[in-house]
């Protein structure tokens, strides 16, 4: 029996929640979809759905929570992930109320995972970025790790 597996990502700045999304999507036998090529029928429907993008301001994308914010009732596993040029702060995981959101969805929420990524935000620019070499192998093979961890059923890592 295959699982119906979908991640659903937006990378907007320079592709970097993508390349995090696509090598889960390898492990994982996932498609994965920007939230305006996804159907919300669909995603609650699915086994195990990722939701992703990087951070903005302290938040994910508007367009993924959005999307999230308009699903309908859902039955499955989901896990939520992210990439930023600022470290999180353990008290306020950027994941944290995108999790919340899908909980209250339905979804069991079965972990979260995030990296460092190059950020070129505003005053960031003017040195040319934060972080321009990242997500770097070490930070794919985590990624990879993490979704190996939630096809074999276990609790992964936060």
């Known amino acids: 029996m295959t ?11 320079h592709g970097n929640t ?17 939230p305006e090529q996804a159907d919300p029928a669909r995603i ?10 990087g951070v903005f301001h302290g938040r994910l994308h508007p367009r993924l929570t959005g999307f999230a914010k308009a699903l309908p009732q859902a039955r499955g596993r989901a896990f939520v992930f992210a990439t930023s040029g600022l470290p999180e702060l ?3 995981p950027f994941t944290r109320p995108l999790s919340k959101l899908l909980a209250a969805k339905g979804f069991e929420v079965t972990g979260s995972f995030t990296c460092r990524a190059y950020d070129t935000w505003a005053p960031f620019r003017l040195v040319g970025g934060l972080h321009r070499h990242r997500p770097d192998d070490a930070d794919l093979s985590a990624a990879g790790a993490f979704a190996g961890r939630l096809l074999a059923g276990q609790g992964p890592a936060d």
């Open 3 to 13: 699982m119906d597996t979908v991640i659903v990502c937006t990378s907007v700045s």
């Open 18 to 34: 993508r390349r995090i999304a696509d090598r889960m999507a390898r492990v994982l036998g996932a498609e994965v979809l920007a």
């Open 44 to 53: 609650a429907e699915a086994d195990l759905v990722g939701f992703g993008s």
């Open 90 to 92: 353990p008290p306020a």
